[in-house]
């Protein structure tokens, strides 16, 4: 039953999802820069690959300097999902989940 719903996707969508994706994520980068980022840029620092090819398409993770994670997080919570650390740390500790 999975498998025909998968195999009905239309393969222009499996295309373009991450594509838009990639846009939006793009879209709200710019836009943490512009505001968060100070005159010269500096403020934000975009973690991960710099290679769009290496990136995935639904995440952006970003460090505002002089701001606190919890103060940032409280502020966004209406509008977009964010955490301040990896989902799977618990404690400090990654814990693996059987799959």
Do not use: F
């Not at 498998?3 to 969508?13: F, G, K, M, V």
């Not at 103060?71 to 989940?97: D, I, K, P």
Request: aromatic share 4%; net charge positive; glycine share 10%.
């Amino acid at each position: 039953m999975m498998w025909q719903a998968i195999s009905a996707y239309p393969l222009t969508e499996v295309k373009e999802l991450p594509e838009y994706m990639a846009k939006l994520r793009d879209t709200l980068q710019a836009k943490v820069l512009l505001k968060l980022g100070g005159e010269d840029g500096m403020g934000v620092r975009v973690n991960g690959p710099v290679d769009d090819a290496k990136r995935l398409p639904n995440t952006l993770s970003v460090g505002v300097r002089g701001l606190s994670a919890s103060v940032l997080l409280a502020e966004l919570s209406e509008q977009v999902a964010a955490s301040a650390g990896a989902a799977c740390h618990t404690a400090g500790r990654c814990r693996l989940t059987p799959g």
